[in-house]
């Protein structure tokens, strides 16, 4: 897939691994859409995109309201009239033991991990199926794969985004559009609470990594798709 003149949407693009991503996106020629709540942060990726030699344009979205998700794909069909690359990056983590989990947090993880993200793809496929053509990339997580305490809310989730990776992926290479679900470890970025040890930042997974992760699996040539990916630090 060549990424020039290519239109990407990037969920969550405001920091962290969704920023990364668009960066990338846009040094390789794809004029990126950028969506979050924070219009600022938005902004400030879309400067940098820009300053590269690239193009960007902003849509301020709170993915855990179909109102906005509905603005959203509006606008990318009113601007483009196409959609070549989704990524589904936007999430949130509550870790606490399942006793202490409030159902509130675990309904916000749940809108947003996972009801926001068939939202969207139930919107990009409607301009993907027309072209005959599109990637979809789901940004998971290895909690979606391995077990650990206090993860049950979070991990719930990922579980069920890997699920409906796999099916979407069957359901739609017909209309050759590629669905790759991206699996990381621990990223050194603000998404944990947890304190992180300065130490370790040489060896810890850095946003970074993903994006170039993501963009080595959408430059494979059209005929060969890789579905799944898991990144972990070499040496731990």
């Known amino acids: 897939m060549t990424l020039k003149n290519t239109v990407a949407l990037v969920t969550g693009a405001g920091r962290g691994i969704g920023k990364a991503i668009a960066l990338e996106l846009g040094k390789e ?39 906005d998700i509905q603005h959203l794909f509006g606008e990318i069909s009113s601007r483009f009239h196409r959609l070549d690359i989704l990524v589904n990056n936007a999430g949130i983590g509550v870790f606490a033991p399942v006793r202490d989990l409030s159902i509130s947090d675990f309904d916000a993880m749940w809108n947003l991990n996972m009801r926001a993200v068939v939202l969207c793809t139930q919107q990009a496929l409607k301009l993907m199926e027309l072209q005959n053509s599109g990637a979809i990339i789901n940004v998971a997580s290895l909690a979606g794969r391995n077990a650990f305490v206090g993860g049950a809310g979070y991990a719930a989730t990922k579980w069920a985004l890997i699920g409906f990776s796999r099916s979407l992926m069957l359901e739609v290479r017909g209309h050759n559009i590629r669905v790759v679900t991206i699996c990381p470890g621990s990223v050194d970025t603000s998404f944990s609470s947890s304190p992180k040890d300065p130490s370790r930042s040489a060896k810890i997974l850095h946003s970074e990594d993903i994006a170039d992760t993501v963009v080595a699996a959408l430059k494979l040539p059209d005929r060969a798709m890789v579905s799944e990916i898991d990144i972990r630090p070499t040496n731990p």
């Open 29 to 67: 020629g794809a004029t990126v859409v950028l969506t979050a709540r924070t219009i600022a942060e938005l902004e400030q990726v879309k400067q940098e995109i820009e300053s590269a030699g690239g193009s960007a344009s902003v849509v301020g979205a709170d993915l855990s309201k179909d109102v």
